[in-house]
């Protein structure tokens, strides 16, 4: 006779989980095809890309200029004109001797276009300083030079021509390699003095 044991109800525990475990492998198959479906379908609605010509659309770039590069364009020549019509204005109203020299035209339109670019000021206060400036009278642009020497001798460079805006740049690029000579060669005798040292 045969008695039931607890073997017996573990056989029939395992023959359970196994019909609930394939019950549910199904259930899991079933739920990602339909998953799967489903991203089958929204792919299928989304419409092809099609590859991109970079070397048309380079192209269409660099033929048709952005527009805020057009409005600084403008801007730039707007401030050209100005500075143009303020310096013709100074030189029909004033009867000075230095407007025969070039060097002394160019200067005044650079001082205008600097002015009317950097300060919001008007242009009869450019016009009342640069009269001034012209005879003499105004201490403002003079605050940084320090002897009649050497405005003299600032006032003939300017009259030969020089572009005053370069000198500032050549000067800082040589301050600059001078500084990093500097450093490169502190740091050469570091490692010479640290090497016989050890």
Known sequence: MDFPSNNDNDVAGEDEDEVSSIFQRRHSNVEGTKRLMHKTRR?????QLEPIK??????????????????????DKQLENKAVALLQLMISTNSH????????KS?????????????????YEMLHTTREWMDGQTQELFLDWESQKNRQTYARAMEKGVK????????????IGLELEHEVFTSLVD?????FHL
């Open 43 to 47: 792919i299928e609605g989304v419409p």
């Open 54 to 75: 970079l070397e048309d659309r380079m192209t269409r770039l660099v033929v048709e200029p952005t527009h805020a590069c057009h409005e600084f364009e403008q801007e």
């Open 97 to 104: 001797r230095f407007f025969k020299s070039e060097a002394v």
């Open 107 to 123: 200067l005044l339109l650079g001082f205008f276009k600097e002015r009317m670019f950097e300060e919001n000021i008007s242009d």
């Open 164 to 175: 005053w805006s370069d000198y500032g740049e050549e000067d800082e690029k040589k301050d």
């Open 191 to 195: 490692d010479i003095l640290l090497d």
